[in-house]
């Protein structure tokens, strides 16, 4: 396919520094660097300093679009939900992509084919953990995009099967597309890497690290009660913010089985440091009662650092073999599964090499090179209507 236009909901990949601005600064990267000829465009309501994002503006094919006017300025949500379809016009885009589960409200008038990336329908299978305006919200707009897209990515089998199931959405318009972590994660960690993170935190000589907002379906309290029975010197890390009520209730059975100094939080860390974090580790805990995919299980085992995850989701998609897989309720089998992997060096080895085996299935190249193939099926399906 000869150059084209590609414009983005930009919104996530100007202001967000994790979680959906890191997929969409990913999958924007990785298409520039793939297909430069084409030209990129992240439609936002502002832009922000983010020097996550300052790299990619340099390569000369990305560029970012903002409102035009300041009242359009001002209300970024309605000019996200309305005016960018008009824009897109404008810029002469050949095709828009939706990077975090949504289009424009007005995506049916498109003057051109669209594409959404749902990453999940978590708020339908865990609604704890969402207010109700939320949850409406998120129903309305997601499926309304659903529907509208030319095609919709889908980014697991998983969450592929719920659109199907709970939305009704043709299965042939929808494509699986695994997620890739960031570059990151597949150079290797130095020694000075790990001598600085080491330092840095003040780490303990064993832990278990668990990355990931905490929040009652993240489940981190498995982990927490499986910590009783494994060796003293053990501790768990628990990285990413928390949602209100849950960390309490986390530090509330802590402290009642004395197990409040084996447990560590950090918020906030840079971005770099996570790959130490990871490979300092004993092992990595993912234990999420639901997922859409488990991008922290693909970070963990591209540095080397097996698993625990739980079933009832995705996670085996994003872990395969590099993982052992429990019920998200049965703490007795998350400490055997830990406590062999801290002992037994080959066990660790064996998971460590299966899970890289594994994770290397999920590059920039294969993600570009799938996301392309959707483009072409789209601007195809797009002009046959």
């Not at 935190?201 to 905490?214: D, E």
């Not at 570009?368 to 046959?384: C, G, P, S, V």
Request: proline share 5%; charged share 25%.
């Amino acid at each position: 396919m000869k150059g084209i236009t590609v414009g983005y909901d930009g919104k996530r990949a100007v202001e967000n520094m994790t979680g959906l601005g890191n997929y969409s600064r990913v999958v924007v990267g990785t298409m520039s660097a793939l297909y430069p000829d084409n030209r990129y465009i992240l439609m936002a309501p502002r832009l922000r300093d983010n020097p996550r994002l300052e790299p990619l503006l340099m390569r000369g094919n990305i560029e970012v679009h903002t409102p035009a006017g300041a009242l359009a300025r001002r209300m970024g949500a309605v000019w996200r939900s309305a005016g960018m379809v008009s824009d897109m016009a404008s810029l002469g885009l050949d095709l828009y992509h939706g990077l975090s589960n949504e289009l424009p409200l007005t995506a049916a008038m498109a003057p051109c084919p669209t594409v959404v990336t749902i990453h999940d329908l978590i708020w339908r299978r865990s609604p704890r953990d969402y207010a109700a305006i939320d949850r409406r919200l998120y129903e309305l707009k997601y499926r309304r995009s659903a529907r509208a897209a030319t095609r919709i990515i889908a980014i697991s089998e998983c969450t592929r099967r719920d659109i199907v199931s709970d939305w009704g959405i043709d299965p042939g318009k929808i494509d699986v597309i695994y997620q890739g972590c960031d570059p990151i994660f597949t150079r290797p960690v130095t020694y000075d890497d790990r001598e600085r993170v080491h330092r840095a935190y003040s780490l303990p000589a064993r832990y278990i690290i668990t990355v990931g907002t905490v929040q009652p379906r993240k489940n981190q309290l498995l982990a927490v009660r499986a910590l009783e029975a494994l060796p003293a010197d053990v501790e768990l890390l628990i990285v990413g913010g928390s949602a209100r009520g849950y960390g309490e209730e986390i530090d509330r059975y802590a402290a009642s089985r004395g197990l409040a100094g084996r447990i560590r939080r950090l918020s906030g860390i840079p971005f770099a440091d996570l790959p130490a974090l990871y490979a300092l580790a004993s092992l990595s805990s993912y234990t999420s009662r639901y997922e859409g995919f488990g991008l922290p299980l693909v970070e963990s085992l591209s540095v080397g650092t097996p698993a625990i995850a739980c079933t009832g989701s995705c996670l085996e998609e994003a872990a395969g073999e590099g993982a052992v897989y429990v019920d998200p309720d049965d703490a007795a089998a998350y400490a055997r599964a830990a406590g062999a992997i801290i002992a037994h060096t080959h066990v660790r080895d064996r998971l460590a090499a299966k899970g890289r085996r594994h994770v290397s299935r999920f590059t920039p190249t294969a993600l570009a090179e799938q996301t392309m193939q959707t483009y072409t099926r789209a601007i195809l399906d797009f002009n046959l209507k």
